[in-house]
């Protein structure tokens, strides 16, 4: 059983950076392949971006290219995301996940970012 406890979010205005954590505990965190996800407030979870358990692939959704970057720190479970050049549109919760080739994903319970204009 994997848990996953997100941090690193808060209040900003359109144009600002921020970077969220993503702690696991209870798995062996390099058999995962991990990522974020964004729900914006009365939509549906949508992908953000994932990284491969060592860390050289990555994949990005078309909208969060060239502004967010994911990676990870096997040595500390922990699993980032950079998010620059801010928009009021990247307001939501946003989810840490993780995923081996035999396992249903687990999810973090999400950390909150809110962008003002």
């Known amino acids: 059983q994997v848990q996953l406890v997100e941090s690193g979010g808060g209040l900003v205005q359109a144009g600002a950076s921020l970077r969220l954590s993503c702690v696991a505990s209870?798995?062996?965190?390099?058999?995962?392949?991990m990522g974020w996800f964004h729900q914006a407030p009365g939509k549906e979870r949508e992908f953000v971006a994932s990284?491969?358990?060592?860390?050289?692939?990555?994949l990005y959704a078309d909208s969060m290219k060239g502004r967010f970057t994911i990676s990870r720190d096997n040595a500390k479970n922990t699993v980032y995301l950079q998010m620059n050049s801010l928009k009021p549109e990247d307001t939501g919760v946003y989810y840490c996940?993780?995923?081996?080739?035999?396992?249903?994903?687990?999810w973090g319970q999400g950390t909150q970012v809110t962008v003002s204009s």
């Open positions: 209870g798995g062996i965190f390099n058999a995962y392949r």
């Open positions: 996940a993780a995923k081996s080739s035999t396992e249903d994903a687990y």
């Open positions: 990284i491969s358990h060592s860390g050289m692939s990555t």
